[in-house]
Each structure stands twice: as C-alpha cells, then as structure tokens.
C-alpha cells in the first residue's frame, strides 16, 4: 500500500458509495466520532449517502426506503433524520396499563414524520372480518419531527365536543433505549433552559405568600425548600392529589384546539396523502413554536391558577372540618359522643397532630416541587424500571399516570409462534355469522416460559372486546407444553370455504376457566392446534369451545382502520379508576 494512501487519505480516496456501506456497520455514535478526526472527513461524514444507510439501520423493519426518502423532504438533511429516529425508536411497541380491566392497549407505530400513540378500542369483528375489516382506534398522543430533527411532543384529548393536542417535551427516549414506562408529568423548568412550552410566571413567589399568610409551614420547612433549586424534586414523589391537580391546571391552561385542516388522518394510506400529511405536520408544529417564541404566550400558566386551584381545595377542606366541628357540639351529639370523646380524645389528639404534620409535609413537597423552577410545563418521560412480571404481565403502580411496555420478542426458529394475535370464540375465524352476530375482538400475546425443565407457549389476554369483562387483564388464556403432544383429534374438518384442514402440530395444556372470583381465574384442560394455513386453535376438551388466532400486523390494520372519538386528555393517556366495563362504548 502506498505511504500516501493510509489512515483518513485512503477512506477519503474512496467513491462515495463505497464509503457509506462501510460506514452503515458503523453506529451513528461511531459516524459522529469518525467525522472528529479531521476536516475533511467530517465533510464526507456530513453527505446524505451515509446518514440515509444510518436511518435505514434504524427503520429497516419500521420504514421502506421509499416513506425514509419522503421523510426527507421534510428535514434538513438525513442526519436530522436519524437524530429524530434515535430518539423515537425506543417508543415503538405495545403500551399498556391494567386498567380498565378490558384492556388498555397504546400501539406506537410511525405516522408521517412522527410517531403516534394509538389505543385500540375494545370491539368486536367487523363484518369484513378481523383481516379486512376497519379496527377502531383513537389518537392517544403524538411526537412529530421538526426541520431540525427535534421531537415536539402532543398529547391527544377531547373536551366539551372538541379536539385538542397539549403540547410539551419528551425527555430521556434516546438516553434509555430499554425504557419500558412512558411517565406524563409535569416538570419546572428554568427560564434559561429554553424548553418550549413552559411557563413564565414563577409558582414559588405566589405559593410562598400563599404558605407565609396561611400558617401552613414551619421555619424549619421553610429553611429547608429554600435550597431547593439546586436539587430537583421528582414529579412521582409529589401525593397522587397534587399530582393529579397539577395536571389538570396545566393541560387546561396549554391546551390547542386542533384546526380543521389539521384534525385529519395521522398516517398515509397511500402516496398521495403525503402532500396531506405534510401540512397537517407543518400547522401543528407551527403551533407549537410560535407558542415557545412569544413574549406573550397565549397557553401561559399563572401562578395565580394554580393558587386559586390548591385555594378552592384547602378551603372546602376546611368546610368541611368546621361543619364536622359544629355537630359535635350539638346537645344530641355531645349525650351521644360525650363519653367516647372522653376517652378517645388524647388519641384524637394524637391523630389530628399527625394529621396535620401530614398535610404540612404534602405542603412542603408541593411547595419545593415548585420552587425548583420559574416555569412548568408537560412532558413525556421515558424510563427504565424494575418491574416484576407475571407470565409477561408486568406488575404496575395503581397511582402513576403511566404505561408500560409489553416484551414483544419476535417469532424465530425456537420460538416461531411468539407475537401478538388476534382471536375471537367460535369457528370460522374472526367472521361473524348467523348464530353469533358479534364476536369479541381479543388481543393475545404469545410467548416463552421456561418451567420446572419444561417449555410453556403462554397466551395473555391483553384485551378483549366484549361489554363486560370476563377474565382479569393480563390473564393467561391457555398454557400448553411445548414437549407434550396432545391425543385430541381436531374436531373441524373444513374452513368456512370448504377447504380441507391440515393440522400440523398440537400441543396439551390448559385453558382458563371460572375459578374463584373474578381475581383468581381458574383453568380446565385443553389442546392448542397449529393448522397448515397458520392459524392456531385451543379447544377446552370438556365444552369443546375454540379460540382461533390469527397473526396481527398492528401496523397495517390501523392505517385502514377507523379513528374514534378520544376521552379527557389525562384519562385518554392512562385510565386509573378501575373499571370492568368498556368506557369506549360511547364511541
């Protein structure tokens, strides 16, 4: 080799497209680098031709290079491009929450230039059938690319018969590529951050008159939230109360209606709803920075609303304690409670000191939560967590406004039947029939379990679609044994076109049944059949009921699908009361 053609000389001497398949097993972090090393190499580093094989790294299985190509269109280069998908590729998967009780699935998939939280409703089948027919879905929220590559966060919702979008930041997708909860929060912010979407006026200056008119804290308190600004106190250590209320005030305060223009499909169907797409994305993001850019912000929170919020609660707390206090000192209360007052009042005494160090201590949480910034604003927190799990059901919090992602591992060649899978009661799949005019959509995910030396095939409910709930989320439909063959013969001899079926494999195990209560399902036996033509069927030996699954593709069934109507912004993103009935049927 030549002494003029080694190190950056001989990866400059090559052509351009020689080079950019080189550096494709390069990782983007790994480009950046290269480009450190001299002037001339970061130009070539800089060229499209090596970002758009980076971009394709990243959305081989989620984007063709045609939709990465119109992506382009809408960004300064394809590196911006790929700073946009390194921070959204961690988000994309099933979302779930355990409430209600009939599933609470989020699907994030690509839209145009963003990536869209979408929920499935819980349904039945379509006439069309489960392949052909549209599923119902609603928006849950949006991260939509800007020129620059940055990620603009929307929350979806509805209130008083319109649709708004709540804009705020997404934090921490890129830094925790195992994230498994996405958090909705809201977050103080410094002034000289930048952040878009936050708020001018500073909550600590109104709370600490607030705090020193009404008594409620300690010196030592007081002392002590003074330092607060150099530490961050957590969102989740705030009580659910505050939580909650704080997110109210702010989505209501940042809230957009969505324009006519804008309030349209959220993915292409087709090349010709790009144009369409493009600037629905253009309004939205519009929005979004003449709202960060403005010295009058219109979507601004006073710090007098959020006082007037905590106010309006502490008063009717006080109400409320000062009519409990004038019963108790009525004629027909006092010969009625006199003795037990008596003997109970030290540790009344007692409860109402440690309740009122309590609230004192809510105060003071909620008081250096605020004092940490002279802004706040809504954000999408993407974080790693230790979570337990049960037969790939994870263990959530009832009190965060949170989902939490599903373990989806892709089909191989030890595990080909893992995924996710629809089903429905009854024979031929997913098609309705004379008899039964409905069948209930259920979402199944199926994986591996290893047992006592032995291999499960584990099927999890993860939503069903009937009014009412019959089985709790999360639970297993059947669990078979991948090393024990099942001696049932199948009991269908044709499809619903009259084709002969060919069975393939079976496996015994056991399907879910009543147990006792509605917590504690129980199981009775059954067989698990794999057909020639890629259907799988579990048939409870006793009752010979079957549930047939076929495999999903998510993806495409929501992009011919049907957008419904979304709920109250908060409760659109997570549903905490617990419910066993479909909150979606009014839609």
């Known amino acids: ?139 849950v929220f949006e991260i939509i690319c800007n020129h620059v590559g940055s990620a603009s966060f929307f929350l979806h919702g509805r209130e008083r018969g319109d649709d708004y979008v709540y804009p705020g930041l997404l934090k921490n997708s890129s ?51 003074s330092n607060s600004k150099s530490q961050k106190m957590p969102f989740s250590r705030l009580g659910f109360g505050d939580r909650r ?54 979507t601004e929170l006073g710090s007098s609303d959020v006082c007037k919020s905590l106010e309006c609660t502490t008063t009717t707390t006080t109400s409320v304690d000062q009519c409990n206090v004038t019963k108790s000192k009525t004629l027909s209360g006092f010969l009625k409670n006199g003795l037990k007052h008596i003997l109970r009042k030290s540790s009344v005494d007692q409860e109402s000191r440690k309740s009122t160090s309590s609230s004192s201590r809510c105060q003071s949480k909620l008081h250096e939560f605020l004092r940490s910034g002279d802004r706040v604003g809504l954000s999408l927190r993407a974080a790693t967590m230790k979570l337990s799990s049960y037969r790939a059901w994870p263990n959530m919090h009832d009190s965060r406004f949170a989902l939490y992602k599903l373990p989806l591992h892709p089909s ?44 499960l095939i584990i099927g999890t409910k993860i939503l069903e679609g009937t009014s009412y709930v019959l089985h709790p989320n999360g639970s297993a439909m059947f669990i078979v044994n991948v090393n024990q063959p099942s001696m049932e013969l199948f009991p269908i001899e044709s499809d619903g076109e009259s084709n002969h079926i060919e069975v393939k494999r079976s496996f015994s195990g056991e399907g879910v049944a009543n147990g006792y209560g509605f917590r504690y399902p129980g199981s009775k036996p059954g067989s698990l059949f794999v057909l020639e033509n890629g259907l799988l069927v579990f048939m409870w030996k006793e009752s010979r009921v079957v549930l047939t699954l076929q495999r999903l593709d998510l993806g495409e069934l929501l992009r011919k699908g049907e957008r419904v109507n979304s709920l109250s912004p908060i409760s659109n993103f997570a549903y905490l009361t617990k419910t066993y009935s479909n909150v979606y049927s009014g839609f």
């Not at 912010?189 to 705090?211: C, I, M, P, W």
């Not at 702010?250 to 493009?278: C, H, W």
């Not at 191989?412 to 039964?436: H, M």
Request: aromatic share 8%; with cysteine; hydrophobic share 40%.
């Open 412 to 455: 191989n060649a030890c595990d080909e039947y893992a995924g996710l899978w629809g089903a429905t009661f009854g024979w031929p799949p997913g098609r309705k029939s004379e008899e039964k005019p409905g069948k209930a959509l259920f979402l199944i995910l199926i994986s591996y379990e290893e047992s006592e030396g032995e291999k």
């Open 245 to 298: 209320r704080l997110l109210d005030v702010v989505t209501s305060q940042i809230r957009n209606i969505v324009p006519k223009e804008a309030n349209v499909m959220l993915f292409p169907r087709s090349k010709n709803d790009f144009g369409v797409l493009y600037k629905r994305r253009l309004l939205l993001l519009q929005m979004y920075d003449e709202e960060s850019s403005s010295p009058f912000n219109p």
């Open 175 to 225: 830094l925790d590529k195992n994230c498994n909860v996405l958090l909705l929060e809201v977050e103080p912010r410094h002034q000289s951050e930048g952040g878009k979407l936050t708020y001018s006026k500073s909550f600590a200056r109104e709370l600490d008159n607030e705090v020193s008119s009404s008594n409620k804290l300690s010196r030592s308190c007081s002392g002590r939230v």
């Open 1 to 139: 080799m030549l002494p003029d053609l080694c190190g950056s000389r001989l990866l400059l001497s090559l052509p351009d497209d020689i080079f950019s398949v080189i550096t494709s097993s390069l990782s983007p972090s790994d480009v950046c680098s290269l480009g450190l090393a001299c002037r001339d190499l970061n130009a070539v580093v800089s060229s499209d031709k090596v970002w758009l094989a980076q971009c394709n790294n990243l959305g081989i299985k989620l984007l063709p290079l045609s939709t990465l190509v119109e992506w382009r269109k809408g960004v300064l280069s394809y590196r911006a491009l790929c700073r946009f998908l390194i921070d959204v590729h961690p988000l994309i998967g099933i979302w779930v929450h355990q409430n209600p009780e009939l599933g609470n699935v989020v699907y994030v998939m690509p839209g145009f230039l963003s990536l869209v939280g979408c929920r499935i409703i819980p349904q039945e089948v379509g006439p069309l059938g489960l392949e052909e027919g549209p599923i119902l879905w609603t928006p």
